[in-house]
C-alpha cells in the first residue's frame, strides 16, 4: 500500500481534530424527551475500533426501559400525528439544517466509534443524513400526493434496530420517514455504535421536538427482541443480518404488525469486455472496500468476462496498491477499521475457509496498526461459485473474483444466491445494460457505477436480503395503513 | 527508456486510415462522471506541512512558465527568463522552472535569457493556436524555432481533422512536426481537449499522438474557454500508463491553462502520483503550462518557511 | 443631571424600491416612478414604472439563468427555496407592515398573510425531488423498451402575480414556477407593487442565481404585453390580468405557443387553499425515452 512504500510523494498524516467533538463520559437512555439511566442499571462501554480506547459508557436498555420508551412514544402519536403535515415538515426540516450545521462534529464522532474513515462520514455518511431527512421533511405535507390515497394515516408506534456500519445514516432512513408520515418513534442503535444517535437525540432537543416523538435506547441484542415483540409497537423497520431478519419475522407471525427488512447481500458486480475499464476499476475498489466492505449492498462478487480477466484484474491490483490504510481519522485514509473484534474474527474465519478451498488469496503489501481491528484489502482469485466466499456474505473487505462467458451465464451466475440485494452492470452497451437489469433478482441495479445512494431513490432487496423499500416515495409505505 | 516510436509493438496501426480509425475507436471507452469523480475524489487529499512543501518545489519545477501574447517583446521575455531561473530572488533554495514558453520569435531573447541555467527554451509552433495553415508553413515554424535554439517545441493538431476523422492526416502531420524536431528537441503535442469535446476524443488523440512519437502530451493552448481541468488530465495520465504497459515508452503530461493556485496544481500532482506514480514525479515526464501560478506557488513557499501568509507585494511581477 | 432637552423624534431613512433583475437592483430603464399609496391614499413610496426595455432585460436575464437553474440538482433547488423561507422568517415584521399597508389590513391578519407566504415557500422547497415521482415514471410498452417520462421545466415564464394578495398571492405564483427549474419575470401587483420589490431583496441574499426571479414593477397591461408577444419567452401566467387583458395576451402568446395558464377562480379565494400540483404542472414539459432492452443473447438463454 502507498503508505508502506517508499513514494517520493509521500503524504503527511492530515488528521482532522478530534476535538472537534465533545464526548461525555457517559450516557443515558432516551426517553421521553429526557436521558435517563437504565432501570437496571446497566452499563456497556463503546471503544474506537481503531484504538480499542474506550469512548464512553452508554446506559444498556433492557425489557423495563423497551416498556418505558413504547408508552413515551404511544403518549406522543396523538398530538404527533394529529399536527398538520406542515408542522411536522418544519420540525424536519429544522433538524436536517441542525444536521448539516453539526455535520463535522458528527462525521467526527462517527469515524471514532465505528472506524470508518473520515473521508467517508464527511462526504458520504453525513450529506446523506441531512439530505434524507430534507427529502422526507417534504412529504409530510403531500401524503395525499404520494399515491396511497387521499388521506393515508400513520401506523402508530415503529420500533426500529439499526446495525452499526452506518449508524446515523440507518437512523436517519429510519426515522425520517416514520415521523414524516406521523409515526412516533422507538430506535435501538447497534452496542458498538451508539454514539451518533445519542448526539442525534440532542440534536431533537434544539430543534424543540415535542417529548416522546423519538426515543433512544442504546443496547444488545435483548433490547432489540423486547423492542420487536412489544405487544405496543404497530411497526417493525430493521436492518441488519438476515437471520436476527428471520427471527423477527417470526417474532411478529401472528399479529397486525407491519414489517420491513433490510437484510444480507452478496452482490454481482458483472463487468463485460466493453466495459469503460477505468471506471470499472474505481466501481470495483468502490463497490466493495467502501466501509471497509461492511456494507450489506457490497458488490462482493466480481464476475468479470473472461476475456478481460487478466486486464481487469492487473488494473485492479495496481490501483489496490494505492489504496491507503490506516487512522480513521486521517483525511488521506481509504480504508479504515473494522468495527469490532467479533466481525474481524467472522471475516477472518471466512477468508480462511476461502483459502481451504482452494481460492487464491492476494493483498497489496499492507502493514496493518498494532492495535485496533483491522483487514488488509483482499481479493480471491480461482473462486467458483461452489465456494464459501462466493456464497456467504463476508461483510469485509473482501472481494470474490469469478468469470463468465456470455451474458446469460453472467445473469444465471448472479441470481444463483439466496440473497438479491444489489448488482452492478458495467458496459457501453445501454440495451445489454437493460436486457442484464431486467433479468436480475436484486432490489438495486447500478449500470456503470457502484454504491449510489440517494433519498429519493428507493433501496431495499428481493428474496433474503429483506422486504420493503427505503428511500423515495416507495419509502413511505411501510409507515402509511396503507 | 527506451524512445524510438517506431519500435513498439503498435506499428501496424498506422498503416492505414481504416487500421488506425479501428484502433481508436477500439479502445476502451470512458464513463465521464466515472471519470469525474476519480478526480474530485483524488482532489480532496489533504496535502500538509512536509508533503506540501515537496509539492510546492516541485511544481514550481514543473512549470513552464509562459508568454504566448500578441504584445510579447524581447524585453518581456528576458524578464520572464530571469524569473524562471530565479523564481524568488530573496531565496535562492528556490528551484528553477523547468522552461519557459514563448512564440517561436522570441526564441532568441529567450535562450540569451536562461543561458547558462537548466531552465528549457520552449516554442510553441504550427501556427499556434489554430492550428490553421499549411503543412509547409507549420513546418517552416517549426524549424525557424528548432534553429533559434528551442529545446521543445509545442505543437497543435489539426482538431479539424481529428474531429472529421481524418486521423492519418493527424498522425502524419505530428510525424513531420516530430521530424522537423530534428531529435534536438522534445516534442509536446496539443490537443485542444476543449475543442475536442468528449473523453473519449481525448483519449483517442492522446493514443494517437503518442503513436504518432509525442515525448508529451499536452491538454490546451490556454485559449479557448476550457483548458486543463483534473479529469482531462487524469484521462491523459491512465492513456500515458497503459501506452507505456503495451510499448515500454514512457510519454510526459503537461496540462496547461486555467492552473493558477498552488491549491490547484498539488491536485495535479495528486492525480500523476496516484496514476502513474513517481516515475513521472519529475520535470522531465510532467509539466504545467501556466503563468500566474508561479506566483501563488512562490507565496505559498514563503507562507510554508515563515508561518505566515504572503501578499502579491512580495513577489516579483513579470 | 436633569437638562430638559427637547427630544427630537428621529427623521426616519425611507427605502428606495428598485426592480430586481439578473440579481441586480436597476432603477427603471425608463427613469420613472408611480406613487404607491395605501388602502386611504395616503403615500407610500414611489416604485419604479417598469418600461418594454426593462421586461426585455428581465427577459435576457432570465434565460441566461436558465440553464443552470434548471441543470441544478432539485435538492439543490430545494435547498435554496428552502433558504428563502429561513430569509423571510428573519424579516417577517417588515413584511407584515408592508402587506397591512398595501392590503389595508389589521397586523394580525397581515402576519397571518405573511406566515402562510412562508410555509408556502416551504411546501414548494418540498416538491423541488418529488414532482418528476409523482408526475413522471416508467411506461409499460408493448415492447423490448424502457421507457421513462420526466418532467421538464418549460423555460422562462412571465408570471402577471394578483393584484390583491400582493405577497401570499405572489409568493404563490412564484414558487410553483421556479421550484421546476424555470426561471420567472414577475410583474407585481400594479397597485401593491412594495412586498415584491422588497422579496427581490430576500431573494438576492437566499442563495438564488441572479436572473432565476425578476421583478418589475408599473403598469401591468404595459408590462404584460411586449413579454406576451416575446419570442424567447415560453410560457405566461395570466393570473393577475383581468378579463380583457387576458384575452389580449393569450392571443399575443399564440404567436410562438406559449404555455398560457387562464387566471383561475380559485385566485381570488384568498390563496389559502391547500396549492396542490397545478401550478407546476403548467410549466412543465413531459419527455419521453425510449431505449431497446433486447434479450441476453442471439440464440436465448442456455441457463
Known sequence: MASASASAFEYAPAPESRSVVDIAPSYGLFIDGEFTEAADGKVFKTVSPSTEEVLSEVAQAGAEDVERAVKAARKAFASWSALPGSERAKYLFRIARIIQERSRELAVLETLDNGKPIKETRDADLPLVAAHFFYYAGWADKLGHAGYGANPRPLGVAGQVIPWNFPLLMLAWKIAPALATGNTVVLKPAETTPLSALFFADICRQAGLPKGVVNILPGYGDAGAALVAHPDVNKVAFTGSTAVGKEIARTVAGTHKKVTLELGGKGANIVFDDAPIDQAVEGIVNGIFFNQGQVCCAGSRLLVQESIEEELLDSLKRRLSTLRLGDPLDKNTDIGAINSAEQLARITSLVDAGQAEGAERWSPACELPSSGYWFAPTLFTQVTQAHRIARDEIFGPVLSVLTFRTPDEAVAKANNTPYGLSAGIWTEKGSRILAVANKLRAGVIWSNTFNKFDPTSPFGGYKESGFGREGGRHGLEAYLDV | ?318 | MSDKTETVARLSVFKTYKLYVGGKFPRSESGRVYEVSDQKDKWLANAPLASRKDARDAVVAARKAFGAWSGATAYNRGQILYRVAEMLEGRREQFVREVAEAEGLSKSKAAAQVDAAIDRWVWYAGWTDKIAQVVGGGNPVAGPFFNLSSPEPTGVVAVLAPQESSFLGLVSVIAPVIATGNTAIVIASEKSPLPALSLGEVLATSDLPGGVVNVLSGRTAEIAAPLAAHQDVNAIDLTGADETLATELEVAAADNLKRVLRPQPVDNAGWSADPGTGRMTAFLETKTVWHPTGSLGASGSAY
Request: proline content about 4%.
Open chain 2, 1 to 318: 527508456m527506451p524512445t524510438a516510436p517506431t519500435a513498439h509493438a503498435l506499428t501496424d496501426v498506422t498503416s492505414s486510415d481504416s487500421s488506425l480509425r479501428r484502433f481508436l475507436h477500439g479502445l476502451p471507452g470512458v464513463d465521464a462522471v466515472g471519470l469525474e469523480a476519480r478526480a474530485a475524489s483524488l482532489g480532496t487529499r489533504s496535502i500538509k506541512t512536509t508533503a506540501k512543501a515537496y509539492a510546492i518545489d516541485l511544481a514550481i519545477s514543473m512549470v513552464d512558465l509562459t508568454t504566448l501574447e500578441g504584445a510579447d517583446t524581447p524585453g518581456k521575455v528576458r524578464a520572464l527568463g530571469a524569473k524562471a531561473v530565479h523564481p524568488d530572488p530573496t531565496d535562492r533554495t528556490t528551484p528553477a522552472t523547468a522552461a519557459v514558453c514563448v512564440y517561436p520569435d522570441m526564441v532568441p531573447a529567450a535562450k540569451e535569457a536562461v543561458a547558462g541555467s537548466t531552465v528549457k527554451v520552449a516554442s510553441v509552433a504550427t501556427a499556434f493556436p489554430a492550428g490553421r495553415a499549411a503543412l509547409d508553413v507549420k513546418l517552416a515554424d517549426v524549424r525557424d524555432a528548432v534553429s533559434a535554439g528551442a529545446d521543445e517545441i509545442d505543437m497543435v493538431i489539426d482538431r479539424g481533422a481529428f474531429l472529421a476523422g481524418h486521423y492519418l492526416k493527424v498522425h502524419d502531420e505530428i510525424t513531420a512536426v516530430k521530424e522537423a524536431c530534428g531529435g534536438s528537441a522534445r516534442l509536446k503535442v496539443i490537443f485542444e481537449t476543449g475543442e475536442l469535446s468528449t473523453y473519449d476524443n481525448i483519449r483517442r488523440a492522446s493514443w494517437l499522438g503518442m503513436l504518432a512519437g509525442a515525448d508529451f502530451i499536452k491538454t490546451s493552448t490556454g485559449k479557448v474557454a476550457v483548458n486543463a481541468t483534473p479529469a482531462n488530465t487524469l484521462l491523459m495520465l491512465e492513456a500515458v500508463r497503459d501506452f507505456r504497459a503495451q510499448t515500454g515508452v514512457q510519454v510526459g503530461v503537461k496540462p496547461a491553462g486555467g492552473i493558477r493556485t498552488s491549491k490547484d496544481a498539488i491536485k495535479f500532482l495528486v492525480l500523476v502520483n496516484e496514476t502513474v506514480g513517481e516515475d513521472w514525479l519529475d520535470n522531465h515526464w510532467f509539466r504545467f503550462g501556466a503563468s500566474s501560478l508561479l506566483n501563488d506557488l512562490l507565496m505559498q513557499r514563503q507562507k510554508l518557511a515563515t508561518g505566515r501568509y504572503s501578499g502579491p507585494d512580495y513577489v516579483t511581477v513579470d
